[in-house]
């Protein structure tokens, strides 16, 4: 895999009724640079924690939440919650199996109908989040390590694909069958 701080994340969502993917584009620079200490002190304190990436996905968006709100950031119009949060949902959508093929959905309106439960939301975004604050704060060669253990513990692809190039790389779904495909990287 070639270590670029470009990578999409995707998250694949396991159920009864098939797979979902969650495809999440990373935060740009200036991002970032507004976010940088409660994303620093985000990773810094999951590593503290000595969680790493078990138990890291699990507690990322608490943790981020946490640390927000301990610096008085949380809140408010530029405040992590409006800024950083809205804009890692922004740049995330939901790739569902339809009759007519896999279809595209913002994160967003994905969660306004229905498509994604509580549990799944809460899982997809922590490991979002996990991997932007890690990603965002670690040099290439860490990064190597830890995107491998992402893609080996929670299952997760890491790709250059945009959303829409990911969704065309599936299989042709049937409804709620699961299609069974992966995209290289």
């Known amino acids: 895999m070639r270590v670029d701080k470009e990578l ?7 159920r009864e009724d098939g797979t979902l993917y969650v ?6 620079s200036e991002v970032f640079d507004k976010y940088f200490k409660v994303i620093s002190k985000t990773f810094s304190d999951i590593t503290t924690l000595g969680v790493g990436f078990i138990g890291g996905p699990g507690i990322a968006g608490n943790m981020l939440k946490d640390v927000a709100t301990r610096l008085g950031v949380w809140d408010g119009v530029d405040g992590v919650q409006n800024g950083l949060v809205n804009e890692i949902r922004r740049l995330t959508n939901v790739v569902v199996p339809t009759e ?3 279809r595209t959905v913002p994160l967003e309106i994905a969660q306004a109908q229905g498509l994604l439960s509580e549990g799944e939301l809460k899982e997809a975004e922590g490991i979002i989040t996990f991997f932007i604050v ?7 060669k860490v990064l190597q390590g830890f995107l491998t253990a992402l893609e080996e513990m929670w299952s997760c692809q890491v790709t250059s694909l945009n959303c829409s190039a990911f969704a065309s790389s599936l ?13 290289d990287t």
């Open 8 to 14: 999409n994340l995707v998250v694949p969502l396991e």
């Open 23 to 28: 495809h999440s584009t990373p935060i740009g």
């Open 100 to 102: 007519a093929g896999w």
């Open 134 to 140: 890690t990603s965002a704060t670690c040099t290439r």
């Open 171 to 183: 299989r042709t779904s049937t409804g709620t069958d699961s299609s069974g495909g992966t995209v």
